[in-house]
């Protein structure tokens, strides 16, 4: 008779130890956030404004508790370059140096102190230590607002440490809404030719002031913009963009807008966009070429582009 074996299973395989489990905890955040760092160059330190109530306060004229300035990431041990390269566009491509590229970095609307709360409020020293800490991968960037005016001493030390930080700024003009006691751009402001010579002045004398500036990419005519029943379009389009075509910064000779005197300055869209046809062409062969909403900063266009 055949005999038969006795077939026990196998016991268990013990748990892993707590400490066995933390490491591949640990192991597992590491490959992930690593790489991201790697990739990043690190995360920028925070400033002034970049928590969504600010922009709430400072329309509200709620006024902020006060809260501890926000750690900053020391600057890395490379000097900086003190020059950026330029930013130009193709198409609809945005390009640095020549080559496609992308913008990473922060939106902050109360660094000067002029729309926000006095702890709000940026310090040159406090503007020059948050640019440095962006200089991580070439990728910063801030958008500033500056509105007419706004201290341009201020202004001028924000793009000084932005040059010599490798950090790019987009300068919004104005304000749609009218939330930093700007008014609203409605049809009946588009409409008032003061208004828009007012405006025109403002931009004109940014545009002057930074001439060949790199640091600048470009200049925003307004902060959230509404269509106004076509009115914006026409504003950008016809009261804007042609007549500020020649005060275009990196272009030679001096623009030749605006032409002076208040009756000059209300000459008709037909007379000044004449006059703007004469406009010199830029240090390149080619010109630059604005978008409906931007007025760009510097350069021109890479070869081949119109």
């Known amino acids: 008779m055949p005999t038969s074996t006795d077939v026990r299973p196998a016991p268990p395989a013990a748990p892993p130890s707590r400490g066995r489990r933390v490491a591949l905890v640990v192991a597992l955040v590491l ?8 990739w990043t160059g690190g995360f920028p330190a925070g400033a002034p404004g970049d928590d969504p109530g600010s922009a709430t306060r400072a329309r509200s004229g709620t006024a902020a508790a006060p809260r501890e300035p926000a750690a900053r990431s020391a600057p890395p041990a490379a000097p900086a370059t003190g020059a950026v390269p330029a930013i130009t566009v193709d198409g609809d491509r945005i390009l640095r140096g020549g080559e496609p590229w992308w913008f990473l ?6 660094w000067s102190g002029d729309c926000g709360t006095d702890e709000e ?10 640019f440095a800490s962006m200089r991580h991968d070439g990728h910063g960037a801030v958008r500033l607002f500056f509105y007419d005016g706004w201290s341009t001493e201020r202004l001028d030390a924000a793009v000084a440490a932005a040059r010599e930080n490798g950090v ?5 003009l104005d304000d749609a809404i009218g939330g930093c006691g700007e008014n609203d751009k409605d049809e009946a402001w588009f409409a008032d030719s003061s208004e828009r010579a007012v405006f025109r002045d403002h931009m004109t004398a940014l545009l002057e002031r930074y001439r060949g500036e790199t640091a600048i990419a470009w200049f925003e005519y307004f902060n959230e913009p509404d269509y106004a029943g076509g009115a914006l379009r026409e504003f950008t389009t016809r009261w804007v ?7 275009r910064t990196g272009c030679s000779p001096p623009a030749r807008w605006p032409p002076t005197g208040s009756t000059a300055r209300r000459t008709s869209a037909t007379s000044t966009s004449r006059r703007a046809s004469t406009s010199p062409r830029c240090t390149s062969t080619t010109r630059t070429r604005s978008s409906p909403t931007t007025a760009p900063a510097c350069g021109p266009t890479p070869a081949g582009s119109r």
């Open 121 to 130: 409020k940026m310090s040159a020293a406090d503007v020059e230590a948050w």
């Open 168 to 172: 790019y700024l987009a300068i919004t």
């Open 105 to 110: 970095g922060y939106n902050s609307f109360v």
């Open 31 to 38: 490959a992930v956030v690593l790489p991201a760092q790697l």
């Open 241 to 247: 963009r042609r007549p500020t075509r020649s005060t």
